[in-house]
């Protein structure tokens, strides 16, 4: 089955940094990947979609590249700022019916 | 902008009680998803929900667990003898229909069964 590896459980950077995320997948490449924010005590929020033959994707201060041989996204949030603090999950697609597996995530924690 | 919503917000029940989570989806959303998410742990999928049937279950979602769209609005998660593992977020999900990549995820009903 599918397992998802997103390496780093927390990751502490200074504000006006750039934050860079890992997710690494194991089997079979997926037709997309996903990252969605989570904050404590609420439901994930999607932010960016990435599909199997694109290698980046943009919005705003966020990046996520998507490298099908080393089965791996990059997830970047430029500029970052204290209010960028969250955890940060990333989900591939399951099944055929769209449920989505995710990994544990990554806390990410932006200091002034 | 339109969002998911779900009732209640924290449940405490006893083991081997019935439980029901409650959720709204998105007006206009067709299929619907619960996950749940231990603390400190992963999401995870339950169980997907389509033209009033379950398009597709995990290994999680055994004989205790049941979903019903007892309406237009709403989409129920039932779990019929809680046990103490039972315990976590419980998140509902909607998209407009089949296939359609982006969930939108209501705010989780925190439950502890003790």
């Known amino acids: 089955s599918q397992k998802i590896e997103q390496n780093s459980e927390a990751l502490n950077i200074q504000e006006g940094k750039t934050a860079t995320l890992t997710c690494n997948y194991t089997n079979y490449s997926p037709a997309y990947l996903q990252w969605y924010r989570q904050d404590p005590g609420r439901g994930p929020v999607f932010l960016l979609l990435i599909r199997e033959n694109e290698k980046e994707k943009r919005k705003e201060r966020l990046k996520v590249t998507f490298d099908t041989t080393l089965k791996q996204s990059l997830f970047h949030i430029t500029a970052s700022q204290p209010a960028d603090s969250a955890t940060y999950l990333c989900a591939l697609n399951g099944g055929s019916q769209g449920n989505l597996i995710f990994g544990k995530g990554t806390k990410l924690s932006v200091k002034p | 902008e339109p969002e998911v919503t779900q009732t209640p917000s924290h449940q405490v029940t006893q083991m081997g009680q019935e439980v029901i989570l409650r959720c709204v989806p998105i007006?206009?959303?067709?299929?619907f998803y619960w996950y749940r998410q231990i603390l400190g742990q992963k999401v995870e999928f339950l169980v997907s929900f389509y033209n009033n049937e379950i398009s597709e279950k995990s290994e999680i979602f055994d004989d205790q667990f049941s979903v019903e769209r007892p309406d237009g609005s709403n989409f129920t998660l039932k779990i019929r003898s809680t046990k103490l593992e039972d315990s976590a977020m419980y998140f509902c999900?909607?998209?407009?229909?089949?296939?359609?990549?982006?969930?939108?995820f209501g705010p989780g009903t925190r439950l502890l069964v003790l």
């Open positions: 999900a909607s998209t407009r229909e089949p296939g359609e990549e982006t969930q939108y």
């Open positions: 007006s206009n959303h067709l299929y």
